[in-house]
T-cell receptor, first 112, second 115 residues
Framework: DQQVKQNSPSLSVQEGRISILNCDYT??????FLWYKKYPAEGPTFLISISSIKDKNEDGRFTVFLNKSAKHLSLHIVPSQPGDSAVYFCAYVQGGSEKLVFGKGTKLTVNP | GAVVSQHPSRVICKSGTSVKIECRSL??????MFWYRQFPKQSLMLMATSNEGSKATYEQGVEKDKFLINHASLTLSTLTVTSAHPEDSSFYICSARPTGNQPQHFGDGTRLSIL
């Protein structure tokens, strides 16, 4: 059973608009969530994280929201840029370990 | 920033061949490295945790005799896929976490294709 679900395999938005990437999870035993961005033929690169005690973390154009009651996480990118086009993975760190549990990813396409 | 280098980036070989993949942390020491595998349209799945100077810890369902891990130094871990078969074809990727409050950093992965 998937512990981290990214139900949208793809998302397409217009340059300058907001991109919202969603992630649902089932396991409440986590220390923090992370978002990674992946370009083709490259490894994932870390984007932003949020600890389990927060509900929002912001870094420039990227904001992550955590709704623990709904077990839902979202990444907002505003304004979106064509260079943001990539696959975005959400992942959490299991409580008490360094193990990352990943979702399947959402492919974001930002159109000029 | 922290850099993790993985080599080779792509391997194509015949069934029955053993393939070694290297993962290096270039500007930091890593007592722990992680090996993941990703099949098409699936998540990155943790295969094993590589521990410097001791045995690797394998996830449930991963054959330790099939996927040999060696972590002989603080900057190098290797994954050897022994007697590879077509079903082992996948994207293998390693990661390491620098000390301090930093996230895991990933290599660029190895695309393994077994004919």
């Amino acid at each position: 059973d998937q512990q981290v679900k990214q139900n949208s395999p793809s998302l397409s938005v217009q340059e300058g608009r907001i991109s919202i990437l969603n992630c649902d999870y089932t396991n409440s035993m986590f220390d923090y969530f992370l978002w990674y961005k992946k370009y083709p033929a490259e490894g994932p690169t870390f984007l932003i994280s949020i600890s389990s005690i927060k509900d929002k973390n912001e870094d420039g154009r990227f904001t992550v929201f955590l709704n623990k009651s709904a077990k839902h996480l979202s990444l907002h990118i505003v304004p979106s840029q064509p260079g943001d086009s990539a696959v975005y993975f959400c992942a959490y760190v299991q409580g008490g370990s360094e193990k990352l549990v990943f979702g399947k990813g959402t492919k974001l396409t930002v159109n000029p | 920033g922290a850099v993790v280098s993985q080599h080779p980036s792509r391997v194509i070989c015949k069934s029955g061949t053993s393939v070694k993949i290297e993962c290096r942390s270039l500007d930091f020491q890593a007592t722990t490295m992680f090996w993941y595998r990703q099949f098409p349209k699936q998540s990155l799945m943790l295969m094993a945790t590589s521990n410097e100077g001791s045995k690797a810890t394998y996830e449930q369902g991963v054959e330790k005799d099939k996927f040999l891990i060696n972590h002989a130094s603080l900057t190098l871990s290797t994954l050897t896929v022994t007697s590879a078969h077509p079903e082992d074809s996948s994207f293998y990727i390693c990661s390491a976490r620098p000390t301090g409050n930093q996230p895991q950093h990933f290599g660029d992965g190895t695309r393994l294709s077994i004919l």
